[in-house]
């Protein structure tokens, strides 16, 4: 089973800054089956990024996806209010699917 | 527009059954695989089982093997979760999730609302 590592835990940034989350995998993932979801409390996660740098229809394009191998990158380039939530990553390389823990963006 | 609307959720006992049904709408369910993610309360999410288009091929996570038992109806648009045998460590929000087409090894572009398990006596 593939191990995600997602830092920091929680990311404390103010509006307008840049958030940048680690998601870090036991295995490499390739290039093209990563994700990464956002979730508000009390709603269903909603896809961002699906192979690792495509952004999935509706998002902003102040969200965007790097990385390759087992080191990939989340980037909100300015964070709106709207932004302050948990992002988790997820791999689809191999069974079973696993998600990383998740890294919680708060308001500073 | 895609809808995923899960019920069937509710508080059982440990050892008790539960069936969870998730009803599509705004796509060809019958052309796209489906899966279950469950999110216990306060934790991260995990991935429980998927189900391909046709049913033809079906996977379960190692914690709910041999308990859990999905299954579709497309002439109904629906997905179903049969759980039996339920722990408390089955406590969890249930929600039905699809990729963008077929196949297992794909993000999930749609999600339900979620559906609460609460396993407890």
């Known amino acids: 089973e593939i191990v995600l590592t997602q830092s920091p835990g929680t990311l404390s940034l103010s509006p307008g800054e840049r958030a940048t989350l680690s998601c870090r995998a036991s295995q490499s993932v390739g290039s093209s089956y990563l994700a990464w979801y956002q979730q508000k409390p009390g709603q269903a996660p909603r896809l961002l990024i699906y192979?690792?740098?495509s952004r999935a229809t509706g998002i902003p394009d102040r969200f965007s996806g790097s990385g390759s191998g087992t080191d990939f990158t989340l980037t909100i380039s300015r964070l709106e209010p709207e932004d302050f939530a948990v992002y988790y990553c997820?791999?689809?390389?191999?069974?079973?699917?696993?998600f990383g823990a998740g890294t919680k963006v708060v308001i500073k | 527009e895609v809808q995923l609307v899960e019920s069937g959720g509710g508080l059982v006992q440990p050892g008790g059954s539960l069936r969870l049904s998730c009803a599509a709408s705004g796509f060809s369910f019958s052309s796209y695989s489906m899966n279950w993610v469950r999110q216990a309360p306060g934790k991260g999410l995990e991935w429980v089982s998927y189900?391909?288009?046709?049913?033809?091929?079906?996977y379960y996570a190692d914690p709910v093997k041999g308990r859990f038992s999905i299954s579709r109806d497309n002439a109904k648009n629906s997905l179903y979760l049969e759980m039996n045998s339920l722990r408390a460590e089955d406590t969890a929000v249930y929600y039905c999730?699809?990729?963008?087409?077929?196949?297992?090894?794909?993000?999930?572009?749609?999600w339900g609302q979620g559906t609460l398990v609460t396993v407890s006596s």
């Open positions: 192979a690792s740098s």
């Open positions: 997820q791999q689809y390389v191999t069974s079973p699917l696993t």
């Open positions: 189900i391909s288009s046709s049913s033809g091929t079906i």
């Open positions: 999730a699809s990729p963008n087409g077929a196949g297992y090894y794909s993000a999930q572009h749609y």
